[in-house]
């Protein structure tokens, strides 16, 4: 069961757009859908909710997280909330943006590396284990390395920003697999590829009794 949900981003009304704080905008709307409002908590340096018992038969709170303390330093906030109520790395689900991933795709993991984020990064040394969950928000890659810090830093086009929170809106329903533990039902949920588009229908042929 997921007990303490994390999103990562940079604070500041200069970051609020750009395709780093992709992790921020899952949790906002996973706070909408939960009727829950995110509260700075200094205790935690981070945003946080507390909802309590979102399903009948879920026991216990469920905690939302955003920390605000710059992304290099993600674990600190997560580590400082998940040690105080006593919250397991398999019970914390991370969401992030995925440079490996194309705009409008999403993907559910647990463990594994950071891959050179440093969001993650910090989260692992904190956390002392890599063994938590991550909702990988696709934002695609610049094709340069060098050119990846200017990148994650600047506003997605429109069109990379209707994908992505397309992608955000699709990972909605598998909040109560999330909640209930049901990691395989939730991972099938999150996979799924978007429904295509259907081709437009051709125009029906003139009736040759009422053509002119």
């Known amino acids: 069961m997921i007990r303490l949900f994390v999103g990562l981003g940079n604070p500041g009304p200069e970051y609020e757009a750009t395709r780093h704080n992709a992790g921020f905008w899952w949790i906002d709307a996973v706070a909408r859908k939960l009727g829950a409002s995110l509260q700075l908590e ?3 340096w981070g945003l946080v909710a ?8 879920v026991d216990g709170p469920v905690w939302l997280l955003e920390p605000q303390t710059y992304m290099n330093l993600s674990g600190k906030s997560v580590a400082a909330l998940a040690r105080f109520f006593k919250i397991a790395p398999n019970e914390i689900l991370v969401a992030h943006d995925e440079l490996d991933l194309p705009p409008g795709e ?8 950071h891959a050179g984020h ?4 910090d989260i692992h040394a904190q956390l002392g284990s890599p063994d938590y969950w991550r ?3 696709g934002i695609g890659h610049p094709g340069v390395k060098h050119e990846v810090a200017d990148y994650v830093l600047r506003k997605p086009s429109p069109d990379h920003r209707v994908a992505l929170e397309a992608a955000i809106d699709r990972t909605l329903p598998a909040l109560d697999a999330l909640l209930r533990g049901e990691m395989e039902q939730a991972t099938r949920q999150i996979h799924a590829k978007p429904p295509r588009p259907k081709p437009p229908r051709p125009p029906k042929p003139d009736d040759p009794l009422t053509a002119p």
């Open 42 to 44: 200094r205790s935690y």
């Open 50 to 57: 507390r909802v309590n018992r979102p399903l009948p038969d």
């Open 106 to 113: 999403t993907k559910i993991k647990q463990g594994g590396g």
């Open 118 to 121: 440093n969001g993650l990064r």
């Open 135 to 137: 909702l990988r928000l």
